[in-house]
């Protein structure tokens, strides 16, 4: 799953990604000026006075009370001392001696606009996302990511894109897959395709699909209550870890959590809730390898592997047959305790060849389209919030109006899967995946290369037909 905070990856909720931009800074502050281009205006729209608004917030020294227009949602992804942290690290970037330049409006809308700057500080043009809540016109998103200038750099074709791949270290797995009701993904761009790599949180779609058909079938509501319970609490990412045990929450928050936060405590809770063999039952309807990820793992239990301070334990695990692991994880892995004194170390990639979630890119197509279908029904139809509340990155919503995402992290492994769904309500997955058992991978990297491959399928999507 999702790596600890501070060390994490930053794709999955929009609040954390504005620790993403220190990633790259040092490298930027060396190189030279940024390229200008022409100024456009920030439009006069509840989300372009709200930014507006940040501009000045950011060009004055840190106001307490500004913590007023951050909605709770944010403020609990996002604590008053780390929003006074980013503060102090985007404030040089966008002071009014560095010159912001307001160069491209990539999303308009009146309560959420994505906006892309120039400045003197660095070189490489930044790019602020901002979405409101439309009934308090509080902040829900914001982020502040460094914006390549993507068009000129953008793959021209699937040949440049495999190009691109190739270059990557270690191992890659891409798909691209036209989404047809009824019918297995139609395979638009591969690239290893059949290599079953770790993917991270992204293993959490089975426990929401699982989920989903017994909310269908009747046995469980969205709105049925769930006591926080301390033997499930896990590390972050998310924040349900923080409340004490007891503590109420209906399933719904849960799913929500688990998906748009990558929540591990609400993750572990569904689990537990759904069954681990139910979980195993959905996953193999869609896996051509089931028993790759069996005993299905949960992120307290992969963590404890990892981290139990037993260097032996990760190896034995792996090595052991089914029934012996599952043995492991009632006894064992149940009995031992992470050691926290270890977060700090975990840095590099530990047996994500063998204690992790795999999964090939048509699987993870597989159980997108699935959800798809699930959120037609309408019991399910609360996952087109769940899956759609965080898009991951920037994605064009006047071509595509209803995109899903998940993505999955710990050093070494990522994974970054969409579900795209155009005017025409035509659908295609979008998943990328990229392994190295020697050292960390890199998300930017990644998400250049998912960029790519939505100009592609644009550009494929808009083709005339012959």
Not at 148 to 164: I, V
Not at 293 to 312: A, H, Y
Request: aromatic share 6%.
């Amino acid at each position: 799953p999702d790596r600890p905070a501070p060390q994490q990856p930053t794709m999955h909720t929009r609040p954390s990604t504005l620790r993403s931009l220190l990633v790259v800074l040092a490298t930027l502050m060396a190189l030279a000026g940024p390229t200008r281009a022409q100024q456009v205006d920030i439009p006069d729209t509840p989300a372009g006075r709200t930014l507006q608004w940040i501009l000045a917030f950011l060009a004055s020294d840190y106001d307490p009370q500004a913590e007023a227009r951050f909605a709770p949602s944010f403020l609990e992804e996002v604590p008053p001392p780390r929003l006074r942290t980013a503060h102090a690290q985007i404030r040089p970037l966008l002071a009014p001696r560095m010159n912001p330049t307001l160069i491209r409006l990539e999303r308009n809308e009146p309560h959420a606009l994505t906006a892309v700057y120039t400045t003197d500080a660095i070189p490489m043009p930044l790019r602020i996302g901002l979405e409101l809540d439309p009934q308090t016109g509080l902040i829900t998103g914001f982020l502040v990511r460094p914006a390549p200038d993507a068009a000129p750099d953008l793959a021209d074709s699937w040949d440049e894109l495999s190009a691109r791949l190739e270059a990557l270290p270690r191992q890659v797995a891409v798909g691209v897959y036209a989404i047809h009701d009824g019918a297995p993904p139609e395979p638009l761009f591969t690239w290893h395709d059949d290599r079953r790599l770790a993917v991270g949180s992204t293993f959490k779609l089975y426990i929401l699909g699982a989920l989903a058909e017994m909310i269908r079938d009747g046995q469980i509501s969205w709105g049925e209550p769930l006591a926080i319970r301390d033997d499930l609490k896990s590390l972050p990412s998310g924040t349900m870890q923080n409340h004490p045990a007891g503590t109420e929450f209906p399933i719904r928050e849960y799913a929500l959590k688990m998906i748009a936060i990558s929540d591990n405590t609400a993750t572990d809770h569904l689990l537990h809730l759904v069954g681990r063999e139910r979980v195993e039952a959905f996953m193999a309807r869609f896996h051509d390898d089931p028993l790759r990820n069996t005993p299905f793992l949960g992120t307290k239990e992969m963590f404890t592997i990892k981290l139990s301070g037993d260097p032996t334990l990760p190896e034995r695990f792996a090595g052991a047959d089914e029934e012996t692991r599952r043995e492991m994880l009632e006894g064992e892995i149940a009995d031992a305790q992470i050691q926290m004194m270890l977060l700090p170390l975990w840095k590099n990639p530990i047996a994500i060849d063998r204690v992790e979630w795999f999964c090939t890119p048509l699987e993870c197509a597989r159980v997108m389209a699935h959800l798809r279908e699930l959120a037609r029904d309408p019991a399910c139809e609360a996952l087109n919030e769940i899956l759609g509340t965080n898009p991951g990155t920037t994605i064009d919503r006047t071509r595509w109006p209803r995109v899903y995402y998940k993505g999955g992290s710990e050093p070494g492994v990522l994974n970054l899967t969409w579900l795209l769904e155009d005017t025409d309500g035509r659908a295609f997955v979008v998943t990328l995946g990229w392994n190295n058992p020697d050292a960390p991978v890199d998300v930017d990297t990644l998400l250049m290369r998912a960029a790519d491959c939505f100009h592609l399928l644009e550009a494929l999507r808009d083709a005339p037909a012959r």
